[in-house]
């Protein structure tokens, strides 16, 4: 098996379940000790501590409501004391609770706005850091979306959050770039998770989306982890301010 991160630590946000999980596995399964955030659903959590510890590795998990900015101090203090440095930080964590604009109200839009950008920019800031002081010449990637290029009916709260992480992977490759840190965003199609599972049990809509990719099917969390496992190693060595398109072929497929 390759160890691309073999001795590396990393950080994944959202880490319990979904795409957060499969690439916190699959940077355990090549050599890291990973530290996972989730929200809810301890058993999940415990469930992975679990797994990446049977591939040897050390394994951590952070209770966190990623809406109180005290949150991400607390996580900052804990990962400090419990790993040191972060070597490769992954932002997935999000919250896309689809709703009719004109039923939006500010509690919602705020509450979405500070999951999915602004725990993301102090975190970052905070690992950045970490980073520069220590000589570490890291990789950080966002989990962004689609929904950064194409609009959603019930998503306009969320689209404008991963349109807002893709702009800040862009300053922050500037930024870092110097330092060798390098910068990215995976940005996945429809995913088979727990954020649409609702909106994806009307089996009309399901099948259509599957006609809209060119692979003709959905993709799964697991369709994630080579391309995020990439931008996060060593192997990446020139590839930064960008957003990774992995979506089977849903947004060229217009005919």
Not at 21 to 29: E, F, Y
Not at 123 to 135: D, E, F, H, L, P
Not at 172 to 179: P, R
Not at 213 to 242: C, H, I, W
Request: glycine share 10%; with cysteine; charged share 25%.
């Amino acid at each position: 098996m390759a160890e691309r991160f073999k001795g590396k630590k990393a950080l994944v946000t959202g880490g319990s379940r979904g795409i957060g999980r499969a690439i916190a596995l699959g940077l355990a399964r090549e050599g890291a000790d990973v530290c996972i955030t989730y929200s809810s659903h301890d058993g999940e959590a415990d469930t992975f501590i679990k797994e990446a510890e049977k591939l040897g590795k050390k394994a951590y998990k952070f209770k966190i409501d990623q809406s109180k900015v005290e949150d991400v101090a607390k996580l900052m203090n804990y990962v400090e004391k419990e790993m040191g440095n972060v070597d490769v930080l992954v932002n997935n964590a999000g919250i896309c609770p689809f709703k009719d604009f004109f039923d939006i109200d500010m509690g919602l839009f705020e509450k979405v706005m500070k999951v999915n950008v602004e725990s993301h920019y102090f975190i970052t800031q905070a690992i950045a850091r970490r980073m520069v002081s220590s000589g570490i010449k890291g990789r950080i990637l966002f989990i962004s979306s689609i929904s950064s290029i194409v609009g959603g009916e019930f998503q306009t709260h969320y689209t404008i959050t991963k349109s807002g992480l893709n702009g800040l992977v862009h300053s922050l490759a500037i930024v870092l770039g110097k330092h060798g840190i390098l910068v990215n965003s995976l940005e996945p199609g429809t995913i088979l998770t727990d954020i649409n599972a609702e909106d994806l049990s009307n089996m009309e809509k399901r099948k259509y989306m599957e006609s809209r990719t060119a692979v003709k099917r959905l993709g799964l969390p697991e369709d994630m982890v080579e391309p995020a496992l990439f931008l996060l190693s060593d192997q990446n060595t020139y590839v930064t301010g960008t957003e990774l398109l992995a979506d089977g072929g849903m947004l060229v497929n217009l005919q």
